[in-house]
């Protein structure tokens, strides 16, 4: 009797072992958050610099990728004044499709294990200084608040704010005016609040989105310093509320 309990108890060790390294496989291989938090292992990507990583064979080059970075980075100290991001923030570039099919083209994922740290996901077609300036815009505002702050943001106020440090013409003054007739055809803030609001399916609409929340950030900013808009997201990061703060100020 004491053989047979000898031998089984190294076979549950070993079968919980397999499926230990099955689960660690799958979950590095085939979701999107195990793949994307394993590209500093994966021998398919290179250390561009700190929490940079380039695809192997990439038509980009390292150079370029410095370059286009160290622009988008002064560009959102600039604004904020500071950034606290960088540390936890990584950019991956990557024009391999079958990856960038796993990974996200133009995403900034957050994610809370380990740690709550900020992963940028671009291909070659979006890696540009406004569209890297835009994700480590959206990676600062991040770094003052907690995963269910971010979460219970209006989206607008998001994607607004990423857009004041993106200067495509799409999102340009010029563009609201005439797309709004003046702000008399504006998205009403309330109805573009939530994730599935705001990031409809119907391209058009999303890019009108994101026109008018860049115009309500600005309009908002012409009135507040950054720091009044940081302190504001402290604030609701305390558990104020947001509208509550947003109209008064």
Same mark, same amino acid.
Request: with cysteine; charged share 25%.
């Given at each position: 009797?004491?053989?047979?309990?000898?031998?089984?108890?190294?076979? #549950?060790?070993?079968?919980?072992?397999? /499926?230990?390294?099955? &689960?660690?496989? =799958? %979950?590095?291989?085939?979701?999107?958050?195990?793949?994307?938090?394993? =590209?500093?292992?994966?021998?398919?990507?290179?250390? #561009?610099?700190?929490?940079?990583?380039?695809?192997?064979?990439?038509? @980009?080059?390292? $150079?370029?990728?410095?370059?286009?970075?160290?622009?988008?980075?002064?560009?959102?100290?600039? %604004?904020? !004044?500071?950034?606290?991001?960088? +540390?936890?923030?990584?950019?991956? #570039?990557?024009? $391999?499709?079958?990856?960038?099919?796993?990974?996200? +083209?133009?995403?900034?994922?957050? %994610? /809370?294990?380990?740690?709550?740290?900020?992963? #940028?996901?671009?291909?070659?077609?979006?890696?540009?200084?406004?569209?890297?300036?835009?994700?480590?815009?959206?990676?600062?505002?991040?770094?003052?608040?907690?995963? $269910?702050?971010?979460?219970?943001?209006?989206?607008?106020?998001? +994607?607004?704010?990423?857009?004041?440090?993106?200067?495509?013409?799409?999102?340009?003054?010029?563009?609201?005016?005439?797309?709004?007739?003046? !702000?008399?055809?504006?998205?009403?803030?309330?109805?573009?609040?939530?994730?599935?609001?705001?990031?409809?399916?119907?391209?058009?609409?999303?890019? %009108?989105?994101?026109?008018?929340?860049?115009?309500?950030?600005?309009?908002?900013?012409?009135?507040?310093?950054?720091?009044?808009?940081?302190? @504001?997201?402290? &604030?609701?990061?305390?558990?104020?509320?947001?509208?509550?703060?947003?109209?008064?100020?």
């Amino acid at each position: 009797m004491k053989t047979r309990s000898k031998k089984v108890i190294p076979t #549950i060790i070993l079968t919980m072992l397999a /499926l230990f390294i099955v &689960a660690a496989v =799958i %979950f590095f291989q085939f979701t999107q958050m195990g793949y994307i938090m394993s =590209i500093p292992l994966r021998t398919n990507f290179n250390k #561009i610099e700190n929490n940079v990583y380039l695809n192997k064979d990439n038509s @980009l080059t390292p $150079d370029e990728v410095r370059e286009i970075t160290a622009q988008a980075k002064e560009r959102v100290t600039e %604004f904020y !004044g500071d950034t606290h991001c960088l +540390e936890t923030t990584t950019i991956i #570039i990557c024009d $391999d499709k079958n990856i960038s099919d796993k990974i996200g +083209e133009k995403d900034t994922n957050t %994610f /809370l294990f380990p740690t709550k740290k900020d992963y #940028i996901c671009l291909s070659n077609d979006y890696f540009n200084v406004d569209v890297v300036a835009h994700e480590l815009t959206h990676a600062e505002l991040h770094s003052y608040i907690s995963a $269910d702050t971010q979460r219970n943001l209006p989206v607008w106020f998001d +994607e607004g704010l990423a857009t004041q440090n993106d200067y495509r013409e799409k999102y340009s003054y010029e563009n609201w005016v005439t797309k709004t007739d003046n !702000g008399k055809k504006a998205t009403p803030l309330e109805d573009m609040d939530s994730h599935s609001e705001f990031q409809c399916k119907d391209e058009n609409e999303r890019q %009108f989105h994101y026109l008018c929340a860049k115009h309500e950030i600005s309009e908002w900013l012409d009135k507040h310093s950054v720091q009044e808009l940081l302190e @504001l997201v402290k &604030a609701v990061n305390n558990g104020e509320d947001f509208y509550t703060l947003y109209n008064k100020a």
